[in-house]
T-cell receptor, first 115, second 115 residues
Framework: DSGVTQTPKHLITATGQRVTLRCSPR?????VYWYQQSLDQGLQFLIQ???????AKGNILERFSAQQFPDLHSELNLSSLELGDSALYFC??????????????FGPGTRLTVL | QQQVKQSPQSLIVQKGGISIINCAYE??????FPWYQQFPGKGPALLIA?????SEKKEGRFTISFNKSAKQFSLHIMDSQPGDSATYFC??????????????FGKGTKLSVIP
């Protein structure tokens, strides 16, 4: 158990809909990273939040957005869903404090199926 | 552009044998190279990691060999066991100008250890 929690575990929805994925980082970790895992693209970095602020963006679509709340949990919002958005979505957390290292601990993931 | 190339895609090893997975990277700014292990339905779990100031790191049956000049690193699993059957991902990161340690992953290697 990494200490990172994600809900829900599974999500089935239809094209055009909007969903929200939730992540709680390990206690004390300030950074949350979101990754998408699909069969053809592998694990792709989407976005990072550090202590409530967006820090880095990767291959994140404009239809996707995220935020990190004062209690450091994070939500990933996916809208206007398409069939191709079906994937596993992972969040990871780390300290990311100066000189503290950068080990990322992954949650169990949310499996999104768009029908 | 795939910045971390991983091979082989799949690997079958006899119990007790040595499993070897190779990765090559392009970005010379990478300074942290972790390996993650993922079981079906689970999130990636950190297995072992190395920084470029050492050429080898060993933890139990797992060893990372690192060749900075060739921009290559590999994972060796000694005395492979059926419980090691999983997908292994190499990854790399560097501290970006934004202060992010986002990971760039290889495509993964599915290891099967047969009795």
């Amino acid at each position: 158990d990494s200490g990172v929690t994600q809900t829900p575990k599974h999500l089935i929805t239809a094209t055009g809909q909007r969903v929200t994925l939730r992540c709680s980082p390990r206690s004390g970790d300030l950074s949350v990273y979101w990754y998408q895992q699909s069969l053809d693209q592998g694990l792709q970095f989407l976005i990072q939040y550090y202590n409530g602020e967006e820090r880095a963006k990767g291959n994140i679509l404009e239809r996707f957005s995220a935020q990190q709340f004062p209690d450091l949990h994070s939500e990933l919002n996916l809208s206007s869903l398409e069939l191709g958005d079906s994937a596993l979505y992972f969040c990871a957390s780390s300290h990311d404090r100066q000189g503290a290292g950068d080990t990322q601990y992954f949650g169990p993931g949310t499996r999104l199926t768009v029908l | 552009q795939q910045q971390v190339k991983q091979s082989p895609q799949s690997l079958i090893v006899q119990k007790g044998g040595i499993s070897i997975i190779n990765c090559a990277y392009e970005n010379t700014a990478f300074d942290y190279f972790p390996w993650y292990q993922q079981f079906p339905g689970k999130g990636p779990a950190l297995l072992i990691a190395i920084r470029p100031d050492v050429s080898e790191k060993k933890e139990g049956r797992f060893t990372i060999s690192f060749n900075k000049s060739a921009k290559q690193f590999s994972l060796h699993i000694m005395d492979s066991q059926p419980g090691d059957s999983a997908t292994y991902f190499c990854a790399a990161s560097s501290l970006s100008g934004a202060g992010s340690y986002q990971l760039t992953f290889g495509k993964g290697t599915k290891l099967s250890v047969i009795p």
